[in-house]
C-alpha cells in the first residue's frame, strides 16, 4: 500500500528508518524534480555526517543570477516576479559556491549550458552518457531512492497520478525496479503532488502503486521553473529559414529548446501560413541560389497539406505553436499495419468497409490475440461495443465469431456491424519531458483533454531511439524525420562539437543528440540537422564556429549529415573529404573563409586550385540584415514573436545592458565608453522611466552616476 504523508520531513524520516544511513537518490531533469524532497534529504544529510547522500540527476535548474551590480539591478525585480517562490535546490548552490560536505555527492550526466566551466566538482562529477543509457546507469549505481515531481487528479471519484513534465527515464526504469525488488533489494519510490503541474496523458499515467510514499500538500506546490522566452536576432532566424526548407511535408519533427529551435517554429509558420512571402525571403536573400540543390533533394516549399508528426525528447512550447497553426497535425497509431497504410496513402482515417481486407494483405496475423484485438478496438477500426473473450468477437448485435480475421466471411461480419468510424486516440507528438515559460505551463493545463491526449508524454527510450519490441512500428511512425539539433562547432571535414570544450570541461552534456544522429542514418529518408552560429563573440573578439580542427567531439565525422549555418546548408551526407570541406567553407562567414581554405590546402585534404565560388564570398552580418530589413518593416522577424514575460521597459534595457557589454568587453572599450557617456551629459526626460527601472534615477553616489550616463548612453538610440 502507498503511503501518504503530508510533511517532507515525515516521509524522510520513514526513508531512512527503512533504507539506514546511505541513500542513493535518482532524480529526474529539469522541471521533475521534487525540489522540498531533495532540500530535506540535503539537510538531513548535512546535520549528520554518518548519512551518506548520492545524488544522481541531470539538468539541476537555479535561478538566473548577475555576473555585474547592473545586471544584478536589471535581474532582481524580473526573478522576483517570474520566478516567485520557486525553491532553489540546495545542493546546487553548494556545488556553485563549493561548499558540498564531503558526505553528499552529486553527479550529473546534462549540466546547465555553460553553468559549470569553472566549477571544479561539477566537471569532476560528470558522467558523460547518452540519454538512452540512463536507466541503465541509474541501476548500476545502486539507486535506492526515486524521488519525482508528480501531477494529481479525481475522476468520477477516483485520483490519478501523472509523471506528468518528466516521464523521460521513469517508464524504462519501472521494469529494472521490478526486478531487483524480486532480487531483494530494496528500492523506495517518492512522488511529490504539484498541483499546477499540467496532467499529461499517454505514458506519463501511472497507478498510485508504482510509489511507496506520496507526499501531497498544498505547502509544496511553489511556483514552477519558467525560463522566458528569449530574443531572437538576424542569425536565429536565417538558420531557422535554411532549416524550415528541409523538412518534409508528411515527415516527423524533432527540435530543441532555446533561440534556434524558436526562429525553425516562427519559419515553418511563416513557410505554412505566407507561403509566398517565405519564398520571396528565400529568393531574396539569395538563399535558393546558394543552397535550392539541398533543398529540392531533403525539404520543401510548399504549405504543409499533411502535416507533421512531433518525436522530440523535449516537448518544447514551439510545438503548441506549430499545433495551433495546423502544421502539427500528423497523427501516428499504435499498430504497424495501420501505420503501414496510412504513409502509404492507401487508407485515410475514416474506417472504410474494406479496411480489414487491407491489413490482412498488408500482414496483420489472421488469429487475433486478446492484445491485438484491444489494438485495433483502442484506435477505433473495431467498434467500442465489441468484446472479446477465449478466441471470439462479440458483436454489437449480440453475435459471436472465430477471432480470425484470415477467415473472408468473418472479416465480411466485422465490416457489417462491427466496424468504427474513424481512427481515433492517434497521437500527435511523443516527448519526453518539458521545460518553457509560465504560459506553456498554463496552455497545457488549458488544454481539452481530447487535445491534450495527443500529447503523449513517454519513455526516452522509445523516443530516442528504434531498439524495441515495437521497432517496425517506430520505423513507420518516424518517416521523413528531420532530427534539427543546435552544435557550438563544426569541423571541416564534419564533426560536430556540442557538449564540451578541447580542454576537457564540458559546457552542458550529450543527451539526447548522438541518439537522434545516429537514428538519422538508421531511418530510411531521414536526416541529422545540426545548426551552428558560424560565428561567436566574446570580450571584443569575433572567432569562427567553423574550425579546421577541434579536439573534441560530441558527433564524429563519419556520422556527418547536414550543416546549417546563417549563410546556407551543407548537405555532407556520403561525400568525399574535399566535397565535405569545400561544401563547409561556402557557409562560413567570409571573414574567415580565407584562412579556413589555407589551413585545408596546407594538409593536402583541399586541391590547390580550389577557390570558394563567389556566390559564397558574400557571407556577412551586413548582408544578412539587409536580407530582413524590408520584411521587419513589414512586422515580420520581431525580437519576440511569441511573445515574453519581459515588460516592455525590460526589452529595451535588455538591449541597452547587452550593448554596453560589447562595448565594454575590452579595456580600449570601458574607457572610450566611459568617456563618450560623461560626455554626452545628463539623461534626457524620456529615459527616466527606464533608469528608474534601473534605480538609477537619482544617483547617490560617484559610482551610480557613472552608471547612469552609460546606460543612457545606450538607451538614447532605443527609445524613441
Avoid at 408 to 417: F, P
Wanted: net charge neutral.
Amino acid at each position: 500500500m502507498t503511503q501518504l504523508f503530508d510533511d517532507v520531513g515525515e516521509c524522510v524520516d520513514a526513508t531512512l528508518r527503512r533504507l539506514g544511513g546511505r541513500i542513493v537518490l535518482g532524480l529526474p531533469l529539469a522541471l521533475g524534480k521534487p525540489n522540498p524532497l531533495v532540500n530535506e534529504f540535503y539537510r538531513r544529510a548535512l546535520r549528520d555526517p554518518k548519512i551518506e547522500l548520492h545524488i544522481f540527476t541531470a539538468l539541476s535548474l537555479h535561478k538566473p543570477t548577475a555576473r555585474s551590480e547592473l545586471e544584478r539591478r536589471f535581474l532582481e525585480p524580473f526573478v522576483a516576479r517570474v520566478f516567485g517562490n520557486y525553491p532553489e535546490l540546495d545542493y546546487v548552490t553548494a556545488v556553485r559556491a563549493g561548499t558540498l560536505p564531503r558526505n553528499i555527492e552529486v553527479v550529473e550526466f546534462f549540466m546547465e549550458p555553460g553553468a559549470y566551466l569553472d566549477v571544479p566538482y561539477a566537471q569532476q562529477h560528470y558522467l558523460s552518457a547518452n540519454y538512452t543509457h540512463v536507466a541503465e546507469e541509474v541501476m548500476s549505481r545502486g539507486v535506492n531512492v526515486i524521488g519525482h515531481l508528480v501531477a494529481k487528479r479525481s475522476v468520477e471519484n477516483r485520483t490519478h497520478y501523472s509523471l506528468s513534465s518528466n516521464p523521460d527515464i521513469f517508464p524504462d526504469l519501472l521494469p529494472q525496479l521490478r526486478e531487483a525488488r524480486r532480487a531483494g533489494r530494496d528500492v523506495v519510490t517518492i512522488g511529490e503532488v504539484h498541483r499546477q503541474l499540467p496532467f499529461m496523458l499517454g505514458g506519463a499515467e501511472i497507478a498510485e502503486s508504482e510509489f511507496d510514499y506520496l507526499v501531497d500538500h498544498p505547502r509544496y506546490d511553489y511556483d514552477l521553473y519558467c525560463p522566458p522566452n528569449l530574443p531572437l536576432g538576424t542569425v536565429d532566424y536565417a538558420i531557422g529559414l535554411h532549416a524550415s526548407a528541409l523538412v518534409r511535408d508528411g515527415g516527423t519533427l524533432q527540435i530543441g529548446i532555446g533561440e534556434l529551435g524558436d526562429a525553425i517554429v516562427y519559419c515553418l509558420q511563416l513557410r505554412h501560413r505566407q507561403n509566398t512571402t517565405w519564398r520571396e525571403v528565400l529568393e531574396n536573400g539569395g538563399l535558393m541560389a546558394r543552397s535550392g540543390p539541398a533543398i529540392e533533394q531533403i525539404g520543401g516549399l510548399e504549405p504543409f497539406q499533411q502535416g507533421l508528426y512531433g518525436c522530440s525528447e523535449m516537448l518544447v512550447d514551439g510545438y503548441l505553436d506549430l499545433y495551433r497553426s495546423g502544421i502539427l497535425k500528423r497523427r501516428v497509431f499504435p499498430q504497424l499495419q495501420v501505420q503501414r497504410l496510412l504513409n502509404e496513402g492507401a487508407i485515410g482515417e475514416r474506417v472504410t468497409p474494406d479496411l480489414l481486407d487491407r491489413l490482412i494483405d498488408a500482414g496483420l496475423p489472421g488469429r487475433l490475440t486478446a492484445g491485438d484485438f484491444a489494438t485495433l478496438q483502442h484506435i477505433g477500426v473495431l467498434h467500442a461495443e465489441c468484446r472479446f473473450a477465449d478466441g471470439r468477437i462479440r458483436l454489437p448485435s449480440g453475435a459471436w465469431l472465430d477471432a480470425d480475421l484470415g477467415d473472408r466471411d468473418v472479416r465480411r461480419q466485422i465490416a457489417a456491424s462491427g466496424l468504427g468510424v474513424r481512427l481515433r486516440n492517434g497521437v500527435l507528438l511523443h516527448g519526453g519531458f518539458f521545460l518553457g515559460p509560465k504560459g506553456f505551463y498554463a496552455a497545457l493545463r488549458d488544454l481539452p483533454e481530447s487535445e491534450r491526449r495527443q500529447f503523449d508524454m513517454t519513455s526516452v527510450g522509445f523516443i530516442n531511439q528504434l531498439y524495441g519490441e515495437d521497432m517496425a512500428l517506430r520505423v513507420e511512425q518516424r518517416q521523413h524525420a528531420r532530427f534539427i539539433n543546435t552544435a557550438m562547432m563544426a569541423t571541416l571535414m564534419g564533426a560536430a562539437i556540442s557538449d564540451g570544450l578541447a580542454d576537457g570541461r564540458v559546457v552542458s552534456g550529450v543527451g539526447g543528440q548522438y541518439n537522434f544522429v545516429a537514428m538519422a542514418h538508421a531511418l530510411r529518408g531521414a536526416r541529422s540537422v545540426l545548426c551552428v552560429r558560424s560565428t561567436r563573440t566574446r570580450e571584443g573578439r569575433t572567432v569562427s564556429n567553423l574550425v579546421w580542427n577541434y579536439a573534441h567531439c560530441t558527433i564524429p565525422r563519419h556520422l556527418r549529415d547536414v550543416v546549417v549555418t546563417e549563410y546556407g546548408i551543407a548537405a555532407i551526407r556520403g561525400r568525399e573529404d574535399r566535397e565535405v570541406i569545400a561544401s563547409l567553407l561556402n557557409i562560413a562567414d567570409s571573414r574567415f573563409q580565407d584562412e579556413l581554405l589555407r589551413q585545408a590546402q596546407a594538409t593536402g585534404k583541399l586541391p590547390r586550385e580550389h577557390r570558394i565560388p563567389d556566390i559564397h564570398r558574400h557571407n556577412t552580418p551586413e548582408a544578412l540584415e539587409k536580407m530582413l530589413a524590408a520584411h521587419r518593416h513589414e512586422g515580420l522577424f520581431s525580437e519576440y514573436p511569441f511573445g515574453t514575460d519581459f515588460t516592455a521597459e525590460e526589452v529595451i534595457l535588455a538591449q541597452a545592458l547587452q550593448r554596453l557589454r560589447d562595448r565594454t568587453a575590452t579595456t580600449m572599450g570601458r574607457m572610450s565608453s566611459m568617456a563618450r557617456s560623461l560626455l554626452r551629459g545628463g539623461a534626457p526626460a524620456a529615459l527616466r522611466p527606464f533608469l528608474a527601472r534601473m534605480q538609477l534615477d537619482r544617483p547617490r553616489s560617484l559610482q551610480e552616476l557613472v552608471w547612469q550616463r552609460l546606460v543612457a548612453f545606450e538607451l538614447r538610440d532605443l527609445v524613441h
